[in-house]
């Protein structure tokens, strides 16, 4: 079929074959792919739609800056507005907010409960009352410093000036129960309707009033009511904090109690030495769920703890007055929301990790129907298998989110038009890489394509999952330690979370701010983590890339039997093979048995000795004393499936294997395909060793397996190619060779060769996988009952094919058929529970094992005594080998009669009664095969 000068295919020509089939079969699977691509397209469609109709809502009158008619004049600004308008005004000049302390309402001020008994706190009843004061916590190394500071927390003076009134409001500690804003332009404590809390060491009776408070243009009338303020002291900090912790949101349906105003540490606060730390409540949330920071509210606190130590060294004259906060000017803006800054981390996550179970489950349908060992033992080296399947998965990658930024930017998403170009393109290169890498680290872990799917998606929805809902607070906490931060960046999936949470950041910015995103300046800022992610991705894939090409070798891509760990390092000569044959005596566990070999097994043990000590090349196939065996497992012992099996398969031999089923065939070929490693023994294949050569022995093998091994939208014709190339066969050679391989069995007419092989029949998978085992001239090929499921004229036809296929190479055939035996096999090995029992020509066999006729007699019932005497008269060795409904069958030796006498005595009998049907066969194949099965069977079970 090929000349075999062509020699063994190199690198390129390899991966140039696998190239092909690979855009082949993914051109057959376009539907796929576009489904593939075209999925993070809608997702940005989506996107852009939501974003759309955000905006659209947004645009609306209740969230544009509001506008009045003054004298017949329309007049927008701040002071028209609603707290939801007035984001979007025009603020040149801020006005000027009374900074505030964050005063509990009367029902969720602090008092005593089943849970917190401190003695010094009010009794609930109080909240009935409406007369419960509020309580700020005190600690410090020096009491006596710490309690003359808090109590010069609250100012005792009573007077209000409405006619200045900022000073007033300055000079008295005010407070509101409203919730804070995230900005200052409209506090939202004059406008809830919500009363102003003063705050005095002890309130008057009755000291209750209405002040006109005029700011930014506006005048409201607030009711302000005295609230009595309590500095407690605590002796350490972790009695404050443990207090504040029992206090937080416990019990009532707003789930908020037990409210604390604020807590101060003064430390190691002296009269040289001002320092102090700050408790504050940050869990109030506005309406988007957003925490507030406090900046409305935290300065009051502050400016009360630093005007107490200005007071505590210059006297109660000494003031520190907060007369207002004040937000930055700012030009009137569009109240917008960028949907995909905002979602991105978690959202687009989702949609990068989706690759992953894409390569994950295609490594492992591979290895689920065994292509990649069928194309291994047909020569594809691992080399040219990792450099094209690695550069595919690379191409559909970064066509998969070229497509993604491309789209998104052309439909304005931010994070993708606001961020450096560059940086994106290097942060999804760097992460495909390693995610690409990951996945053929843990594919061989997996056995079935279902499951990797399953845990493949699993791991998709979960990272993004946990990203958002765990690792980002652990990002945005600046009090989590970073190493840490760093160390779940670890994970794969974490990085690319940081990385799109930092893009989504600078985008986010940067569309509100009306500023650039992400520069490659602005790696260098500590805060930002793009830096590190890049540089533990990078790493990573550096390191995973090779650990898991390691795994890959150590692993067999088979049946995932381990090789040795240690195969970089193990040493490259062949170790001196013992030539001396091992005694018949054997030992194995405690008992000792004799093996009873035949002579024609002794024989061939024997030449097989010979051959190794003298080194012949002479044969394709060599094997001594192999062995399998298979582990117990389940409170099973181990199983011995191959017993010291020693043969010779010489060039342009076709040698039959017979044997029933569970003999230990499939095992015997298994180990000389490398798809499982022998126990001990010795196995060559053209001279060079199954347990340390495979890879050079699978470019002159060829394998017929017994489960056509074939993808299903690729033709034959294209599975030949395919395999041709791999046998390095090019141009008009391989063509030829394609063609010939088609014609001989019978695939070429009527255009059955180019039919996709996933619509052939039974019986046409099987003619093709005979084809693919001989194209390229392979030295040496294996044929598991190649014959299964052929009608006989292409039973007869494919019989020919291998007929001609044994010139100048050795061929292994397992059959169940006798015919086919006897029609293919120079030499036939009879198998049985894993040990060789005969071997020899068809004749010899029927010769050596079958020296009888059988005569068989068919009478009625009363007349079987009658045809017995008959059979004993012809020969007194005559044995009856069956009987049923008066059909008897017996064996006489062939040198005792001769068929003349058996004629006689036959029409001797139909003269006393009658003869239904009689017959006089020679032994056949079938018979022998019986006898030695059952010889051996009733041996083992007398051992």
Known sequence: MADPSYGRASFSTQANALLRKNLIFQKRNKRANACLIIFPILLCILLSVLQRVINNELDKAKYKCGCAQVNGTTVCGVQYSTLDQALSCSIPDPPKWPALLQVPAPEYRATQTDFITSPDLPSESCRRTGTCPVTMLVTGNNQTLGQSLANNLYPTSSSFDTSDLLRTLAENVFGSASKPDTQNFLDPAYFSGLPLYVVRPACPPGLTLSLPIDVASLTTQQDVTCVQGLHLWRNSSSDINDELFKGYRKGNPEKKIEEIVAAYDFLNSSTNNYNVNVWYNATYKNDTGFSIPGVIRVPRSVNLVSNAFLQFLLGPSAKMLLEFVKEMPKPGTRLSIDISSLLSAQFFTYVIIALFPVVLTALVYEKQQRLRIMMKMHGLGDGPYWTISYAYFLAVSVIYMICFVIFGSLIGLKIFTTNDYSIQFVFYFIYINLQIAVAFLVAPVFSNVLSARAVGYLLTFGTGLLGGFLFQFFVEDTSFPRAWVIVMELYPGFSLFRGLYELGQYSFLGATMGTDGMRWKDLSDSRNGMKEVLIIMFVEWLILLPVAFYIDQAASSGRGVMKNPLLFFRNLRKKPMSASRKPSLRKQGSKVFVEMEKADVVQERERVEQMIAESSSGNAILCHDLRKIYPGRDGNPPKLAVKGLSLAVPRGECFGMLGPNGAGKTSFISMMIGLTKPTSGIGLVEGLDICTQMNEIYTSMGVCPQHDLLWETLTGREHLLFYGRLKNLKGPALQQAVEDSLKSVNLYHGGVGDKFAGKYSGGMKRRLSVAISLIGDPKVVYMDEPSTGLDPASRNNLW??????????????????????????????????????????????????????????????????????????????????????GTQKFEIPKHEIRISDVFKAVEDAKTRFTVQAWGLADTTLEDVFIKVSREAQSSDVLS
């Open 800 to 885: 020919n094919v291998v007929k001609q296929a044994k010139q100048g190479r050795a061929i292994i055939l397992t059959t169940h058929s006798m015919e086919e035996a006897e029609v293919l096999c120079d030499r036939i090995g009879i198998f049985v529970d894993g040990g060789l029992q005969c071997i020899g020509n068809p004749k010899q066999l029927k010769g050596r094992y079958g020296g009888t006729f059988v005569f068989t007699m068919t009478t009625s019932g009363e007349h079987d005594a009658e045809v017995e005497r008959m059979a004993e008269s012809l020969s007194r060795n005559s044995q009856k080998i069956y009987h049923i409904s």
